[in-house]
């Protein structure tokens, strides 16, 4: 008599079990993991933003950023961080199929999110603001500690007082804000994996197409505002905009198997993302669509310029929570400083740190994980 745990489907004249499926697929995914470009890309992002965020820093002109002088629609930094979004999307409900547990997806994306940010956060409002600031000493005394523990275990950018007095975007990290948005898309990817795997296409393709019909409607959406709105969702607009995205990544993993990634379809896929890119209200829709799929063409294509940055460590991370705070810094003390020189200045610098970051705070915690999952 078999085993009430064998399924009755044959494969191949033989009978395989659910559990040995899925340890076949797991070593299947470890064994491609570095096959692809992803690194490269959350390198690309990164850099991307402290491009983007280098003129408007200096004068808060945005007109002057790249992109945005040639399309007028998206900047270098919109782009970059919605990309990020479809690329956590791919990967984050990859994780969840692979381990459909609570408990275990919950600690990865805390060990993975939470140690560099916060030891970011803590580095701008108590290394790096005093030195911003007219007063060190008035700004401790007006510093509430406790809003600084509620603000960064809620992932939040540190709102303090008195920081980069009389220049535009007087804030410590820019660049955080986008953090909080990506926790809440992971809370949505365990609520709509506890629905269970049978539905998670059908879930996440209706999730895609109904944020996709809101992106032509962004401002109509910033003014949308109901009781608890910005505990659940923060800004209506940006959740909205980013889930889209996210759920763009979502769906490219789970319809991985019926959508070939092909270079003259990525071709083609290019030519409409530029053509919506001058249509405001078109921009983040062909990102989100055509612009997703040379995304996901370039992470799996075979491309040998690339192949040297698949053994590279993953400092994108710390390179997007260093940028801004670097290139501030560089803009308060050397104000008359080219832009254009100070960008690549502080791209390096935020790779020293990412670098620190991912050695010294973010790869120690995922070893842990590991450690914890061997004993297990």
């Given at each position: 008599m ?10 191949h004249n ?6 040995h ?7 299947a995914?470890?064994?491609n ?10 390198l690309?992002?990164?850099s ?7 003129p ?5 002109n945005?007109?002057?950023e790249?992109?945005t002088?040639v ?6 930094g919109e782009v970059?961080?919605?990309c ?12 969840w199929q ?9 600690k990865?994306r ?9 030891f970011?956060?803590?580095?701008c409002?108590l ?14 005394t007006n ?16 709102t ?10 007087p ?6 804000w986008?953090?909080?948005y ?13 629905i ?8 996440w ?31 209506t ?27 003259s379809w990525?071709a ?6 530029l053509a ?7 921009a ?11 995304v ?7 491309i040998p310029?690339?192949d040297?940055?698949?053994r ?11 940028g801004?705070?670097?290139?501030k810094?560089?803009n ?8 254009w020189?100070?960008?690549?200045i ?7 740190a990412?670098?620190?970051s ?7 915690f995922?070893?842990?994980k590991?450690?914890a999952a061997?004993?297990?």
């Amino acid at each position: 008599m078999r085993n009430s745990t064998f399924i009755s489907k044959p494969v191949h004249n033989t009978y395989v079990t659910e559990r040995h499926l899925l340890i076949a697929e797991k070593k299947a995914v470890v064994s491609n993991a570095r096959n692809n470009n992803f690194n490269f890309l959350r390198l690309l992002f990164a850099s991307l933003v402290l491009l983007s965020h280098g003129p408007e820093i200096t004068d808060g002109n945005r007109s002057r950023e790249l992109l945005t002088r040639v399309f007028h629609t998206l900047s270098f930094g919109e782009v970059a961080v919605n990309c990020f979004f479809m690329l956590s999307g791919y990967l984050i409900v990859q994780s969840w199929q692979q381990t459909p547990d609570v408990w275990q997806f919950a600690k990865k994306r805390i060990r993975r999110i939470y140690p560099g940010f916060l030891f970011a956060f803590l580095l701008c409002v108590l290394v790096i603001a005093p030195f911003v600031t007219p007063s060190a000493a008035a700004y401790y005394t007006n510093l509430s500690f406790r809003a600084v523990v509620a603000m960064g275990l809620q992932l939040k950018d540190p709102t303090v007082p008195m920081v980069f007095p009389g220049t535009h975007y007087p804030v410590l990290n820019g660049s955080m804000w986008s953090i909080a948005y990506e926790a809440r898309c992971y809370v949505i990817v365990v609520l709509i994996g506890l629905i269970g795997l049978r539905w998670q296409k059908s879930i996440w393709l209706t999730c895609l197409v109904g944020t996709l019909l809101l992106l032509p409607f962004n401002e109509q959406l910033s003014r949308v505002d109901f009781i608890g709105r910005t505990q659940l969702i923060i800004a209506t607009h940006e959740f909205f905009r980013l889930l889209a995205f996210f759920s763009a990544g979502a769906c490219f993993y789970l319809f991985r198997n019926i959508i070939p990634l092909k270079g003259s379809w990525a071709a083609g896929a290019a030519i409409v993302l530029l053509a919506t890119l001058f249509q405001p209200q078109l921009a983040s829709l062909g990102l989100a669509t055509a612009g997703g799929y040379v995304v996901f063409w370039a992470a799996f294509a075979s491309i040998p310029l690339l192949d040297s940055f698949k053994r590279f460590d993953d400092i994108s991370y710390g390179i997007y929570l260093y940028g801004w705070p670097m290139q501030k810094l560089l803009n308060w003390y050397f104000p008359t400083v080219s832009v254009w020189l100070l960008i690549p200045i502080a791209l390096i610098l935020a790779i020293g740190a990412g670098y620190a970051s991912w050695h010294l705070i973010e790869l120690p915690f995922l070893k842990r994980k590991k450690v914890a999952a061997a004993n297990s």
